[in-house]
Each structure stands twice: as C-alpha cells, then as structure tokens.
C-alpha cells in the first residue's frame, strides 16, 4: 500500500492542490499530515476521499481545527497520533526532538515528523525517523513522500 506523508503546508494552496493531483493519481487512499496545516488546507483536504491522519504543529490551533474536522475523513490528533497499516506500526508528530522520544519507546516501525521544513532520514532505536520536507516551500525544494508499505521504501516528490 502507498502512503503520502505530506507536512508543513502553511496553507499554501497552489503547492497543496500540486501534491493532491499527485496523491490522486497513484490511487493513494491514507494521507499522513505532519502539522502546519492551517485552515485553507484543512478545507481542501475534507474534499478529497482519501483519509487523513494529521496532527497539529506549532501553527495550528487543535481546538479551532478539531470541531471543523469533526464527522469528516481527517483525524486529527494534537501532539502525536498513531496506527497500524500492513503490521507496521506508524507515528506521526510534529516536532522532530517529539519523534525521537517517541523512537525510544521503541513501539514503532516508523515516525514521520515535520516542522524544520527540511527533508531528512534517520533511523534510532530501530525506528526510522522521516521528515517529507515542506508544501510551502520555505526551503525552496517543497515535497512530500511516499511510502510504500509493501517493500518499506519511499521516495520524495519534489512539488
């Protein structure tokens, strides 16, 4: 199964709608966002028919965006939240000194994290640890990633 791991979109649309035509092609069905969503991008993204994990970051307000993703297909977690697709088990937070705190309960597979707008793979405790880079494009290379869960390899989609 495909995954897209997408983060710190600070509501830039045009990047945003980018990276959903892409998502939407590969018949991508779970969509992880890494925090910095916003509220433009929350509303785009309760379009789609795709299911979103997102999790707040330092932008967000978890209170505001909790009652508009309510009864949709974005779940929303405020620091971290968690699954298991294809035995393999997956957090997401924001914030990468979060990802690496959550690696030492080494509970997970792996963790994708946001927030330093900066790609990057690490892997502690025997968990990789992803940051997709940014849809905003603070760093001038925005990007998300996909995962794939059947061979455990991803690849960074330049936007």
Do not use: W
């Not at 967000?60 to 297909?73: A, F, P, R």
């Not at 994290?113 to 940051?131: A, D, F, P, S, W």
């Amino acid at each position: 199964m495909l995954i897209a791991v997408i983060s710190d979109t600070h509501d830039n649309i045009f990047r945003l709608q980018k990276a959903v035509v892409e998502i939407n092609n590969r018949n991508i069905n779970i969509v992880f966002h890494c925090g910095d969503i916003g509220l433009e991008t929350i509303k785009i993204l309760k379009k789609e028919k795709f299911i979103v994990y997102a999790v707040c970051g330092n932008s967000d307000d978890y209170n505001v965006l909790k009652d508009i993703v309510e009864n949709s297909n974005i779940k929303l977690f405020e620091d971290a939240g968690e699954c298991t697709i294809d035995n393999i088990n997956i957090a997401i937070t924001h914030y990468p000194d979060f990802a690496r705190l959550l690696a030492s309960s080494k509970k997970y597979n792996i963790i994708f994290y946001g927030h330093t707008h900066k790609r990057k793979v690490e892997e502690i405790y025997n968990t990789q640890l992803i940051n997709p880079g940014d849809i905003e494009g603070r760093n001038r290379y925005p990007s998300f990633l996909i995962y794939n869960t059947a061979n455990k390899g991803f690849e960074f989609i330049n936007i």
